[in-house]
């Protein structure tokens, strides 16, 4: 039992060193290479402390040459942009003057729905708010607004902004919820000279009523 208490502190003090070498924060800043770096440190620490079999040499190497690749390449993408990019990624601008990059959302595999949810999270409930969003390499939505939205809004809201419309798919809870139904819907869109459901990217019924739309085209 001494043993293993030993080992288990020894293995502590090395991962512990490790992430102070490597020079992390919070997961949740770190991009991918450095997270399966991170995970890999846990994973060749845990082995001794499970099996008193196995030289306590043996996880300190290993934790070694794992923080010594990790530091190379972080040198490595320092000095080269290209490196970066390729271990990093780039971030990718997900809305771009109030409108959605449809293109890099299905690169960046995100639907629509989370995008709204995680804009809401940061108060943004409406597309017509979003001047700017970008995703950063670290999974972090990067929200710059339009001059048209308000943090300090006080007004009440006749209702919650809901989409009612995501690619060209008509979400029928929400419309029930604002008291519209289809053929409300349909006269909006031809209105906007949108001759088909299927041809919407996105609607947006605003807190006032009012209607944001992008074509699928746009």
Same mark, same amino acid.
């Given at each position: @039992?001494?043993?293993? +208490?030993i /080992?288990s502190i020894?293995?502590?003090i090395? %991962? +512990?060193?490790?992430?102070r070498? @490597?020079?992390?924060?919070?997961?949740?800043? @770190?991009?991918?290479?450095? &997270?399966?770096? *991170?995970?890999?440190?846990?994973?060749?620490?845990?082995?001794?402390m499970?099996?008193n079999?196995?030289p306590i040499?043996?996880?300190?190497?290993?934790? *070694?040459?794992? %923080?010594f690749i990790?530091? #190379? %390449?972080?040198?490595? *993408?320092?000095?080269?942009? *290209?490196?970066?990019?390729i !271990?990093s990624?780039s971030?990718? %601008? #997900?809305?771009?003057?109030?409108? #959605?990059?449809?293109?890099? &959302?299905?690169? $960046? /595999?995100?639907?629509?729905? $989370? &995008? !709204?949810? $995680?804009? /809401?999270?940061?108060?943004?409930?409406?597309?017509?708010e979003?001047q700017y969003a970008?995703l950063e390499?670290?999974?972090?939505?990067?929200v710059?607004?339009?001059t048209?939205?308000?943090?300090?809004?006080?007004?009440?809201?006749?209702?919650?902004? &809901?989409?009612?419309?995501?690619?060209?798919?008509?979400?029928? =809870?929400? +419309?029930?919820?604002?008291?519209? =139904? =289809?053929?409300?819907? +349909?006269?909006?869109l031809?209105?906007?000279?949108?001759k088909s459901v299927k041809?919407? !990217?996105?609607?947006?019924?605003? $807190?006032?009523?009012?209607?944001?739309?992008q074509?699928?085209?746009?």
């Amino acid at each position: @039992m001494l043993v293993v +208490l030993i /080992r288990s502190i020894i293995l502590y003090i090395a %991962v +512990l060193i490790a992430l102070r070498v @490597m020079g992390k924060g919070e997961i949740a800043e @770190m991009n991918a290479f450095d &997270l399966v770096i *991170t995970l890999l440190i846990a994973e060749v620490a845990a082995i001794p402390m499970q099996n008193n079999a196995i030289p306590i040499i043996y996880g300190i190497s290993s934790i *070694t040459g794992l %923080v010594f690749i990790e530091v #190379l %390449v972080s040198y490595i *993408t320092l000095k080269s942009r *290209t490196a970066s990019k390729i !271990l990093s990624g780039s971030p990718a %601008v #997900l809305i771009s003057k109030n409108r #959605l990059n449809y293109k890099q &959302l299905k690169k $960046e /595999r995100i639907t629509i729905e $989370e &995008l !709204l949810e $995680e804009l /809401r999270s940061q108060g943004y409930f409406n597309l017509k708010e979003v001047q700017y969003a970008i995703l950063e390499t670290d999974g972090d939505l990067s929200v710059i607004p339009s001059t048209s939205h308000d943090h300090n809004k006080t007004n009440d809201f006749k209702h919650l902004p &809901l989409p009612v419309i995501i690619d060209g798919k008509v979400i029928k =809870d929400n +419309l029930n919820e604002i008291n519209k =139904d =289809d053929s409300w819907l +349909l006269k909006i869109l031809e209105s906007n000279h949108i001759k088909s459901v299927k041809d919407v !990217l996105i609607c947006i019924i605003d $807190e006032n009523d009012e209607v944001f739309i992008q074509r699928k085209k746009d």
